[in-house]
């Protein structure tokens, strides 16, 4: 029998953490983090206490050791993140920021976002699965960009600037693509990004609703409606219009902000594509990033690498494990 004590509640933005300490095995309460040795701007613990949510629930690591989560079982997300928000998790910048997008009193977004593309080294930490968001920007639905936020109540509107300036283009793109009187109604939908600091999202009752999300380069995209006169749905549909999405593909990989690194979508519409795009080249190019992931029928999941460049972000670790990325849509629906 394992002698377990609670050695003492760390904190971290407000919220008390309880650490247990397992004398079975050594320095499990350790702050040290074996998984990443040296982050990409020589940031220290701290930083990860400080950005990073899921830290004292990772066992004071920076990032999560995925064989040992896999062995130990149990939650994946901590009990504190199983809340219908995370609107609490936002800095003071973060919500300055927002009220200034929303006062108009920033100029052009997109100009800004171009400046502001990379200063920061790195914002997207650990893996996609179980990472962490720093300086985490918040797409803010305006007139210009077209955008409306499927669930704006939940605060989980937040990316990494490359993935906040591909979505701010992309409804500029909708903007102009579909300019007319008709279709001024028109709007691009976004689901889930990431929280203000990324890390675990939940669904309903604490279990885990997504596998990713957690750094600020996943996106939920409904798919684009556009009739005449009549406004874009408000929540995520399965009336898919194989060329008014195609056309939104082939923006999402030609965008000058992120290479896209894959995209999930049920199988029944990547058939759809193919036969509506059978001689188009770029389909020939695009189409092996386009991969059929269970829980995908009403939305495109857009994965993005840090930088612009060629599809599939050639720089970047390949894709694998794919049922990793299997999200419980029934319960995001509900949650």
């Known amino acids: 029998m394992f002698l377990q004590v609670v050695l003492f509640f760390f904190h971290t933005q407000g919220f008390a953490q309880t650490c247990v300490l397992d004398w079975s095995a050594e320095g499990s309460c350790s702050p040290s983090s074996p998984f990443i040795e040296t982050l990409d701007s020589g940031e220290d613990l701290s930083f990860c206490e400080n950005w990073n949510p899921d830290f004292a629930f990772r066992g004071f690591h920076c990032c999560s050791n995925k064989s040992s989560l896999r062995k130990r079982g149990g939650p994946r997300c901590s009990p504190r993140r199983a809340k219908s928000q995370f609107c609490d998790e936002r800095t003071?910048?973060?919500?300055?920021?927002?009220?200034?997008?929303?006062?108009?009193?920033?100029?052009?977004?997109?100009?800004?976002?171009?400046?502001?593309?990379?200063?920061?080294?790195?914002?997207?930490?650990?893996?996609?699965?179980?990472?962490?968001?720093?300086?985490?920007?918040?797409?803010?639905?305006?007139?210009?960009?077209?955008?409306?936020?499927?669930?704006?109540q939940k605060c989980t509107n937040f990316g990494t600037d490359e993935m906040v300036a591909m979505l701010e283009w992309l409804g500029r793109e909708v903007a102009k693509g579909y300019h007319e009187e008709k279709y001024s109604k028109a709007r691009l939908l976004i689901g889930d990004v990431s929280a203000p600091r990324g890390g675990c999202l939940s669904g309903r009752g604490g279990r885990r609703g997504h596998r990713s999300h957690t750094t600020g380069q996943d996106v939920d995209i409904g798919y684009l409606t556009v009739k005449d006169g009549q406004e874009s749905p408000h929540a995520f549909h399965q009336k898919f219009d194989a060329t008014v999405n195609a056309w939104v593909l082939k923006k999402?990989?030609?965008?000058?902000?992120?290479?896209?690194?894959?995209?999930?979508?049920?199988?029944?519409?990547?058939?759809?594509?193919?036969?509506?795009?059978?001689?188009?080249?770029?389909?020939?190019?695009?189409?092996?990033?386009?991969?059929?992931?269970?829980?995908?029928?009403?939305?495109?999941?857009?994965?993005?690498?840090?930088?612009?460049?060629?599809?599939?972000?050639?720089?970047?670790?390949?894709?694998?494990?794919?049922?990793?990325?299997?999200?419980?849509?029934?319960?995001?629906?509900?949650?």
């Open 92 to 152: 003071l910048d973060q919500l300055a920021y927002t009220e200034a997008v929303q006062a108009g009193k920033l100029g052009n977004i997109l100009d800004l976002l171009k400046r502001e593309i990379g200063r920061k080294s790195n914002q997207a930490y650990c893996s996609v699965n179980d990472g962490f968001l720093a300086w985490g920007r918040a797409l803010v639905p305006t007139p210009e960009n077209r955008v409306e936020l499927r669930a704006p």
């Open 252 to 335: 999402l990989f030609k965008n000058p902000f992120a290479c896209v690194q894959v995209i999930f979508l049920d199988r029944m519409w990547i058939k759809k594509l193919s036969k509506n795009l059978w001689n188009d080249p770029d389909w020939k190019i695009y189409r092996k990033y386009i991969k059929h992931v269970r829980g995908h029928r009403n939305h495109f999941h857009v994965r993005i690498g840090g930088h612009p460049g060629e599809p599939g972000c050639l720089q970047e670790p390949e894709v694998n494990d794919l049922e990793e990325e299997e999200e419980n849509e029934a319960v995001l629906e509900q949650g």
